[in-house]
């Protein structure tokens, strides 16, 4: 079964050249373009793609806003959301992230790293750059940190608090089951119990809460 894309930048040029790029693979499909955050909303109600490519700086409604709309539940099941900027510390970015945004792309990122991108949101998992989502999370989060609801972080197990961290640190679940010494389905457990008890849609949102809330802090090694 092909993979359901939504192009959606304000440059036509860009739009092209990413359908150029993707329609060239069996396993995707490019359901659609649109050319700003209103019409991706419209045109993601009519095609229900799978994954959306959403430019973060757009006319009319922002990629922060259309992300938000586009995860917040007016679409069952709500499509993964791939930011794809320029810039690597952009606010808007951050922003998206928070909002439901899955990942995030350079836009001068390779052909290869796209693909994989899409692949591994398609798949329910985040995409996560340790060189890049992490220092702009780092960034971000220092200059506010909204409080997260009293006691809700104590409902984690001592051993869940553990993962937490790792995997704002970046790990992957295979990184972390070595680094604990259990399976990586013991891991994947874990990981599920912490986006319940704390109403996480994925890692990334794992991670942002994690800086927030002082879980991990900027500069501490892994």
């Given at each position: 079964?092909?993979?359901?894309?939504?192009?959606?930048?304000?440059?036509?040029?860009?739009?092209?050249?990413?359908?150029?790029?993707?329609?060239?693979?069996?396993?995707?499909?490019?359901?659609?373009?649109?050319?700003?955050?209103?019409?991706?909303?419209?045109?993601?109600?009519?095609?229900?793609p799978d994954v959306v490519l959403l430019d973060i700086?757009?006319?009319?409604?922002?990629?922060?806003?259309?992300?938000?709309?586009?995860?917040?539940?007016?679409?069952?099941?709500?499509?993964?959301?791939?930011?794809?900027?320029?810039?690597?510390?952009?606010?808007?970015?951050?922003?998206?992230?928070?909002?439901?945004?899955?990942?995030?792309?350079?836009k001068d990122s390779s052909r290869e790293r796209l693909?994989?991108?899409?692949?591994?949101?398609?798949?329910?998992?985040?995409?996560?750059?340790?060189?890049?989502?992490?220092?702009?999370?780092?960034?971000?989060?220092?200059?506010?940190?909204?409080?997260?609801?009293?006691?809700?972080?104590?409902?984690?197990?001592?051993?869940?608090?553990?993962?937490?961290?790792?995997?704002?640190?970046?790990?992957?679940?295979?990184?972390?089951?070595?680094?604990?010494?259990?399976?990586?389905?013991?891991?994947?457990?874990?990981?599920?119990?912490?986006?319940?008890?704390?109403?996480?849609?994925?890692?990334?949102?794992?991670?942002?809460?994690?800086?927030?809330?002082?879980?991990?802090?900027?500069g501490e090694p892994a």
């Amino acid at each position: 079964m092909s993979i359901r894309l939504l192009i959606v930048d304000d440059q036509e040029l860009v739009r092209i050249g990413l359908r150029l790029i993707l329609e060239a693979l069996d396993d995707f499909e490019v359901v659609g373009e649109a050319a700003d955050g209103q019409e991706a909303l419209a045109r993601a109600e009519e095609l229900r793609p799978d994954v959306v490519l959403l430019d973060i700086r757009m006319p009319r409604m922002d990629g922060v806003e259309t992300t938000a709309r586009l995860t917040g539940g007016g679409l069952t099941p709500p499509p993964r959301v791939l930011i794809l900027t320029t810039f690597d510390l952009d606010e808007y970015v951050f922003g998206a992230l928070r909002a439901g945004a899955a990942g995030f792309l350079l836009k001068d990122s390779s052909r290869e790293r796209l693909i994989e991108a899409i692949r591994v949101l398609h798949a329910g998992d985040a995409l996560l750059s340790p060189s890049i989502t992490r220092r702009l999370v780092e960034t971000f989060t220092a200059r506010t940190r909204p409080p997260t609801p009293p006691g809700l972080l104590d409902e984690l197990t001592p051993r869940e608090r553990e993962v937490l961290v790792l995997v704002a640190r970046g790990l992957s679940n295979t990184e972390i089951a070595e680094r604990l010494v259990v399976t990586e389905a013991t891991v994947k457990s874990h990981v599920g119990a912490i986006f319940t008890k704390l109403g996480l849609r994925d890692r990334v949102q794992a991670v942002v809460l994690a800086y927030e809330n002082g879980v991990v802090a900027a500069g501490e090694p892994a």
